[in-house]
């Protein structure tokens, strides 16, 4: 029988340097629904396979700032902006940097400029392992978070929601998403249950007569998964079945500055009613995490 479940969300907290790779790891799983592998020895050879693969789109769930004194030697950071993820900027004195591994990893592949994943000190993540540092006093100010402006503090979510919300979320491109896949998860085996998991639908009453009509339906796509299992359908060919209300994982990374462009569309009443859901419960959170951030929008949508 179909299992329904509300939608949620959550922070995935990455506080320390120390931390980077068990944190990336647990945003990667998340794909293959594979977080019960993990142990204390797991996360190096699990990004290890994924940088070998070339897949890094899941090393952008950790960012760290750094700065180093505003010269002209440092000033030539500005000539290399185009690389996505980096965000540069004159803060309190000093030359703020802040980015996801994958952007400092395409900064020393385009520019040769090594110093910043050197001082994040992990030899997983180099490029070239004898590099000589360009920059002059260049440190690290944090791991996600720092005392920088909004471009500099950053924050991942864990949510789950029906594919319609993340469809719609995903599309906002300054932000680094991994989604559960439903490709590579067949809901027909045991791990999953042996069933399908819906999210309960935000704008259908429960026990009326048209959220019986929605279970039901909901019930003969499971019976149909199920079956062409049976019969050897791959996962490429059960996901096929699947309604917008399945559920779905999703880890989220972005910047406090997309974060509040997301919310003000995606909290907004224009917005589909499951993805104000799930945007509203992200923005609840990241509130108790940045208020000073987020103190309009939490008042706007969600009040006191």
């Not at 030899?123 to 260049?138: E, H, M, N, T």
Request: include cysteine; hydrophobic fraction near 40%.
């Amino acid at each position: 029988m179909v299992k329904v479940v509300e939608a949620d969300s959550e922070i995935y907290n990455l506080d320390k340097l120390e931390d980077i790779c068990r944190h990336i790891e647990r945003c990667g799983r998340t794909c293959y629904k594979s977080e019960n592998l993990i142990t204390d020895e797991t996360a190096v050879p699990f990004i290890r396979g994924i940088l070998k693969s070339g897949h890094e789109s899941v090393i952008e769930h950790a960012n760290v700032i750094f700065s180093m004194p505003e010269n002209e030697n440092n000033r030539r950071i500005l000539e290399m902006k185009d690389i996505r993820g980096l965000n540069i900027s004159f803060e309190q004195g000093v030359v703020a940097v802040s980015g996801n591994i994958r952007a400092f990893r395409d900064l020393a592949r385009t520019y040769d400029i090594h110093d910043f994943l050197l001082l994040i000190g992990n030899p997983l993540f180099y490029i070239k392992q004898d590099a000589v540092p360009v920059f002059d006093g260049v440190k690290i100010e944090g791991v996600q978070s720092s005392r920088f402006s909004e471009l500099h503090n950053y924050a991942t979510t864990h949510s789950i929601c029906d594919v319609g919300a993340y469809k719609d979320v995903t599309r906002h491109r300054l932000a680094s998403f991994s989604i559960e896949s439903t490709r590579y998860c067949n809901y027909s085996k045991g791990k999953f249950g042996s069933e399908l998991t819906m999210i309960e639908p935000c704008n259908i009453e429960k026990g009326s007569e048209m959220y019986a009509e929605w279970l039901k339906a909901m019930e003969l796509i499971e019976t149909s998964y199920m079956k062409m299992a049976e019969l050897g359908a791959k996962g490429d060919q059960l996901r096929m079945l699947l309604p917008h209300s399945s559920k779905a994982d999703m880890i989220m990374s972005a910047n406090v500055a997309e974060w509040k462009h997301i919310f003000a569309l995606r909290c907004h009443s224009a917005a589909h009613p499951s993805v104000r859901v799930v945007m509203k419960k992200a923005l609840a959170n990241l509130y108790k995490l940045y208020p000073h951030f987020f103190a309009g929008q939490y008042q706007e949508f969600i009040g006191a």
